[in-house]
């Protein structure tokens, strides 16, 4: 066994064995496995909801799409900051009324909020689908990592197999207390390596001018987004607006156990003012992979050219670390996903009744997503390729829905709402499947006007015939459904 595998596959193990440490007592009921009893502080709320800014995507994706488009990557750094703006004042509302009533999910909360099962498990089943490809990414991602750097296709499966079973079994017997202790380990090793990269590696050729000098010499057309009329421009910014607006309304489903599991208000609105500085730190893959394309001198695959870079930079034990840093950004993600799909599954979609049958429903679900998402991952690693196209715009279809929620009266009806998704999921799916859609806006950013659009139109039908119905049979009795209670 090489020393890079060694060193990946121990750094897995203690992962793993720090989320299986994580456990205080065994969970008493599906709220405390998966949101902690609402009792995290600020700095574990702040790794929780950390997890997302980096991910297998964020530390080699990132560095990959700069080393293919230059510049344009960076369409990828605005929407957090402005996102966080956003999350200060709807993180803590979402807060307080997920602890007034209950809400462990987000199907809960539009369950409740618009007084709709059908709505909470429309929502809560949406969310499992889009999820499902974003988990398979995460697992492949980081076979993908163990493969390029021990240049052995099967020991990147062996890693998956292992990394998937820490991974289920520390969400299983630690629930979200589990995730938030790998997660302090994630982003310590994250960052610490970072620095250690973004220092060492233009140092060894030569320093940022000598790498910006080749950059401007030989590769200028990156340094600056292509121009093809202004269809790519428009193209990037309408894909972060997408990516803006989904952050921003707390869409992923897996975002909403690291909100509700907060101690306080105070904790949330302290983390979106802070976050966007941590999330700055994403331009440090960005450079590495622009850093590449001035000195490296054979072509590299795109997803891997991090690794490539730094395997031909560093020893073998500090590649292993960096491999470690890297199955952390999967591991854990992975874990939060994991973690908010099986209880939207319990709670929403089939809506288990009773302590212990929803726990063994938790349990089994958890199994059940990380084995289909591992087998895939290894059989048929693009077969849910496609979906993850949709995963963003899909799920941005929510945000809708949680604006209106959030306001006190005049609430939409269910009917509007839930007609305004399936329209927008719909038009999604027709633009990238049926019409293989090319154009210069972001398809999700279609599909959520046209969301829009329907759920305007239905419910000024409503209210027309509401308003019809009423002057007929005379005044109603008791508040109307749409008003907040």
């Known amino acids: 066994m090489s020393v890079i595998l060694t060193v990946a596959l121990a750094g897995m193990v203690v992962i793993g064995a720090i989320g299986l440490l994580g456990r205080r007592r065994p969970a008493a009921n599906l709220e405390e496995w998966s949101v902690g009893g609402r009792n995290f502080g600020s700095l574990t709320t702040w790794v929780l909801q950390a997890g997302e800014i980096y991910t297998t995507f964020t530390f080699l994706g990132l560095a990959g799409l700069a080393y293919t488009a230059g510049v344009a990557v960076t369409y990828a750094l605005p929407y957090l900051p402005m996102a966080y703006i956003g999350l200060y004042f709807i993180a803590p509302k979402v807060w307080r009324i997920g602890r007034d009533r209950g809400h462990v999910t987000q199907g809960d909360f539009f369950a409740d909020r618009y007084r709709s099962p059908l709505l909470g498990r429309l929502t809560a089943a949406l969310g499992v689908v889009f999820l499902l490809p974003y988990l398979q990414l995460q697992i492949v991602g980081l076979g993908l990592v163990v493969g390029l750097v021990t240049g052995d296709e099967t020991a990147g499966d062996a890693a998956m197999i292992v990394a998937s079973v820490l991974v289920t079994a520390f969400v299983l017997w630690s629930g979200i207390n589990g995730v938030a202790k790998t997660a302090y380990l994630k982003d310590a090793l994250m960052l610490i390596i970072l620095v250690v990269l973004l220092i060492a590696v233009p140092a060894h050729y030569g320093g940022f001018g000598e790498i910006g000098g080749k950059l401007l010499d030989d590769h200028a057309a990156l340094l600056s987004v292509p121009d093809a009329g202004t269809h790519n421009k428009v193209w990037f910014f309408t894909a972060m607006v997408t990516s803006l607006i989904s952050v921003f309304f707390l869409t992923m489903p897996q975002q909403w156990p690291a909100v509700l599991s907060a101690r306080n208000e105070k904790s949330l609105r302290r983390n979106s003012i802070w976050m966007p500085v941590y999330g700055a730190t994403q331009a ?37 670390l960096v491999a470690v840093a890297v199955a952390a950004t999967a591991m854990v993600p992975a874990a939060a996903i994991v973690l908010g799909m099986s209880t939207m ?21 958890v199994i059940a997503a990380v084995a289909v998402a591992l087998v895939l991952g290894i059989a048929r690693p693009d077969a849910l390729a496609n979906l993850l196209l949709l995963t963003y715009g899909g799920l941005a279809q929510m945000a809708p829905a949680t604006a209106c929620a959030l306001v006190r009266r005049a609430r939409p009806r269910s009917t509007s709402v839930i007609a305004g998704i399936v329209a927008g999921e719909a038009v999604l799916v027709w633009l990238t499947f049926a019409a293989d859609y090319k154009g210069a806006f972001n398809s999700g950013l279609i599909a959520l006007g046209c969301n829009l659009l329907v759920a305007i139109v239905v419910e000024a039908g409503l209210r027309v015939h509401r308003g019809r119905t009423s002057r007929t049979a005379g005044p109603e009795k008791g508040p109307e459904a749409v008003y907040a209670p």
């Not at 960005?286 to 050219?305: F, H, Q, S, Y």
């Not at 490539?308 to 560093?314: D, G, N, W």
């Not at 979609?349 to 679900?365: D, E, P």
């Open 284 to 320: 440090i893959p960005i450079l590495l992979g622009l850093v590449a394309i001035a000195v490296l001198t054979a072509p590299a695959e795109a997803n891997g050219v991090l690794l490539t870079l730094v395997s031909k930079t560093f020893p073998d034990w500090l590649v292993g």
């Open 345 to 365: 599954v319990t709670r929403n979609v089939l809506a288990v009744r009773g302590t212990r049958s929803g726990l063994l429903v938790n349990y089994a679900t």
